[in-house]
């Protein structure tokens, strides 16, 4: 990946910096900000909080800082978090707070649920207060928005570290804050997950729904069923199926290490198995399992697919494949299915499709039995039913509490809605994921007037694509007429597999939008929409560099007004007063070299142009992260103050001044 290489070429210019020991070029003595102008405000943070008031003064950590924490496990996530870029060793420990220290406290901050914190910061300490480990959680990801972007560094950076003296009460209007990834028609490795876990953690997604199973794939290992995966885990799509494109699968251990890493970042896992369609896979592996002991040496009877026998089909094609509800076998794989990925997930869902079944494949009363049959297992499992909006058809009685996503395109009361109006009709609960809002595989830009990004995306819920702006400017309440909060558990962006084949492919795909939806999911509603999406495309500004460090491959939308982020490099100067090498860093996103100026004030008289040097970018990976460097000798010892000033169109300059001693 492109911006991998970047970062290792940073890597490698800060550590051949630091082998020089003649003299050093540091920060200003005065512990005065690097970068200009100044991004660590209180107006920085995403998902918005509840409610924010500006003190005075600032909070600088410092060397000697501990973390107090009444949760260990949430106190070391916040010293992970900021010890890479500090440097500092951030001890975790409890009892009383000391002057310079972060504190974690367990108790009442006047906020409902369980999500809610407190967070105060003084010119003495950063204390956030909650009343669980999730609500600490929440706020530790606040306090990372609000120290400068470079806390995100993966290497060290030169400080201060400091944050604004604010008070912020704050907690989620919607408790399912969620992301979909589709690993059925795409495989992705559970590193790659994690990945995506830790990039959606901190905007306070609490929830990673997992696609599991589709016609191209199975992704699970299931006891008893090997042929699942050794057969049904081998493709994907692409035109050579397994051939060119071959697919893969976890094992239960690597499954529940998932799980376990998700909800260490406070997120809960829910597995999908689309049933009764979408299920090319399943019956392409089961068909000729004829020795298997579990089934009745006669599987050919779970398939109602267009085909018979079923074929292969590694395109993005839907609608031709379904298992047939009246087959003993049928049950017995999905029944073992739902017993062993609810046994390994202890969230309260278990999602079971029911979407995209043609009447050509099965009858509206075939289908409702079947999601009847499967809702009673499901439930008898302890779990709660969920399903794509479907589900809520005529002829089903989902369980009380049983949940809807509703991922139509219509809104207001036109006769594209009904499912959401029968779910609510039935005493469903509804998670609102409407296509052309919240669909993260839709193109950004698509149509007459462009097709961004090329080789990704489709378009079918976005014809003239899908950038930030449409990912923002929706209501969830309300959005089908008669559904309101009260029915409404939270949001959910579906990133569908079709197109991407790499966590590179979805990274582009997924951010910036996903910050769109974690907003909505978060914060209070919103009144005019118009000015709130102007302070929101401010609030995103400021997320580039937090981004780019941790080697997000984000698509840098026009639709946004990207900072630049400037800060010094620890380097130094070598014999004869020679200094050379990297002199700061730069996030620009989305802008090419050639567009950039920089200009180098030695401190003796002397300006010269700064050298860019970083990979350049390519239709699907972002460029973002520079190193700026520039040769020059000074002609006698002394103590020179050497300023740095990055420019270019659209952007405000910034400045960060160096003290170099020869």
Known sequence: ??????KRSLVGL??????????????????????????????QVVPKPVSITAGNGKFTLTRPARIVSDDAAVGNALAGYLRPATGYRLDVVTGAAQQGDIALRIGDPGTPGDEGYQLDVTTANAI??????????????????????????????????????????DHPRYGYRGVMLDIARHFEPASAVKKLIDQVAAYKINVLHLHVSDDQGFRIVIDGFPNLTEIGGQGSVGTGGRTMDPGGFW?????????????????????????????????????????????????????????????????????????CPDSDNTWTILGTIIDQLTAMSPGPWYHLGGDEVPSTLMSHEQYAALVNRESDIVTDHGKTVMGWAEIAGEGTTPPAGSVAQYWSTSSGGGSGTVTARNAVAKGMKIVMSPANHTYLDMKYLAGSAGNVPPTLGLNWACSRGCDIDQFYNW???????GVTDANIIGVEAPMWGETV??????????????????????????????????DFQNRVAA???????PDTNFYPTPKVPWHLDLRAARTAVGPGGQASGALAYLSAPGRPAST????????????????????????????????????????????????????????????TTLTVEV
């Open 14 to 43: 800060a550590v051949l910096a630091a082998a020089l020991t003649v003299a050093t070029i540091s920060a200003p003595a005065t512990g005065a900000p690097l970068a200009a102008p100044a991004k660590a405000t209180v107006a």
């Open 501 to 534: 084949v790499t966590l590179d492919h979805v990274d582009y795909m997924v951010f910036p939008r996903v910050l769109a939806i974690a907003e909505i999911g978060w914060s209070p509603k919103r009144g005019a929409l118009a000015p709130a999406y102007a």
């Open 475 to 481: 209501e969830p309440e309300g959005y089908v007429t």
């Open 1 to 6: 990946m492109a911006l991998v290489a970047r």
């Open 128 to 169: 956030v207060t909650a009343k669980t480990a999730h609500g600490l959680y929440n706020g530790v990801q606040t306090i990372r928005q609000l120290l400068p972007g470079w806390i995100d560094s993966p290497t060290g950076q030169v400080g201060p570290w400091s944050i604004p003296a604010v008070h912020i009460v």
């Open 251 to 323: 094992t239960q251990a690597e499954y529940r290490d998932v799980v376990a890493y998700a909800a260490a970042h406070f997120i809960t896992v829910v597995p999908e198995v689309d049933t009764p369609g979408h299920n090319n896979a399943i019956i392409m592996s089961e068909y000729n399992d004829t020795a298997n002991p579990l089934l009745d040496g006669h599987p050919q009877d779970i398939n109602c697919s267009r085909n018979d026998p079923p074929v292969w089909n590694f395109t993005g094609a839907v609608g031709y494949s379904a298992m």
């Open 543 to 549: 997320q580039g560099v937090r981004l780019t460090l």
């Open 596 to 655: 950039i100026t920089t200009t180098i004030n030695w401190g003796d008289g002397t300006t010269s142009a700064g050298t860019l040097t970083g990979e350049a970018a390519t239709p699907t990976s972002v460029n973002g992260l520079y190193t700026i460097g520039g040769d020059h000798t000074y002609g006698a010892p002394g103590t020179y103050t050497v300023t740095l000033t990055v420019s270019a169109d659209g952007a405000a300059p910034v400045t």
